[in-house]
């Protein structure tokens, strides 16, 4: 089975820059993570402010346990919620 997230942001005006430094530092890191397949971050082209994150881990407990039990995770998911419009919208998926 391979556990599937997408989490879609948006950044406040003023700090869409910092929003992206932010990801595109944490992302090299989570890759590492064990059992993550897959950890990648994408810009809106027309909305410079909007963020996608598609994680892909081997197991939900993958994510569960590597991704949430990572000690860069707790800071940036507080980054974030300081510096997003609303809160990020969370799907997942699996096969």
Known sequence: MVFTMICLLEAKADKIEAMKNRILESAPIFRKDP????????QDLENPAKFIIVE???T???ERI???GNPIFQPLIDF???NMVR???LH???T
């Open 35 to 42: 059992e993550t397949i897959e950890w990648t971050v994408q």
């Open 56 to 58: 892909r881990f081997e």
């Open 60 to 62: 939900e407990d993958s």
């Open 66 to 68: 590597y991704h949430q």
């Open 80 to 82: 974030l919620d300081e």
């Open 87 to 89: 809160p990020y919208e």
């Open 92 to 94: 997942t998926f699996t």
